[in-house]
């Protein structure tokens, strides 16, 4: 099972890390015409690309290991360990690049944008005054890497925890007949 878990789960983990760093390094900044929405959907979708491989390796843990059953507990055991695997080399990759490797201002980029989006709704000056404090005070959090960390697994888990959740509904089974 331990052998499993790794493989599938580091497949994952290096699956999702490479597209994030295509994604976030590629056509953010070099292509330079990728708009945030466009690249937080591309984003998510690298995300479920990535974590087909936990659906995969929980059909494999179930038809190689264990006989072609499995419950659905074990299932999301199965998948949940995969899934913090890759999450985690996500995590370091994610960090690696921000604090190395992205170029200055990248927060700041991000901010312009949502409150341009705000101010183009119509938000009031308060609500503007109110979003710019908030997004000052994330900026500075930001820096730490620790809170960086616990804020990119809580982008990425959430993902992974419904692909899992999916995958073992389907993948349970209780009795196996050839």
Do not use: A, H, R
């Given at each position: 099972m331990k052998k499993n878990i790794i493989v599938y789960g580091l497949t994952a983990g290096v699956v999702?890390?490479?597209l994030m760093l295509f994604t976030t390094n590629y056509l953010s900044y070099c292509a330079?015409?990728?708009d945030y929405d466009t690249s937080m959907l591309i984003g998510y979708a690298s995300m479920l690309i990535a974590f087909s491989i936990v659906?995969?390796?929980i059909r494999n843990y179930r038809d190689k290991?264990?006989?072609g059953v499995?419950?659905?507990g074990k299932a999301f055991k199965v998948g949940i360990l995969m899934v913090l695997i890759a999450s985690t080399i996500f995590v370091i990759a994610w960090l690696i690049d921000y604090f190395f490797f992205m170029p200055p201002g990248f927060i700041e980029k991000n901010f312009t944008y949502?409150?341009?989006r705000l101010k183009t709704s119509g938000a009031s000056q308060v609500e503007i005054v109110e979003k710019t404090k908030e997004m000052e005070n994330f900026a500075r959090m930001y820096k730490n890497p620790f809170f960086n960390a616990m804020m990119t697994y809580a982008i990425i888990l959430p993902v992974g925890l419904i692909v899992t959740?999916?995958?073992s509904l389907i993948l349970k089974r209780k009795n196996y007949t050839k």
């Open positions: 999702v890390s490479v330079g015409n990728v659906y995969v390796g290991y264990n006989g499995i419950s659905f949502e409150l341009d959740l999916i995958s």
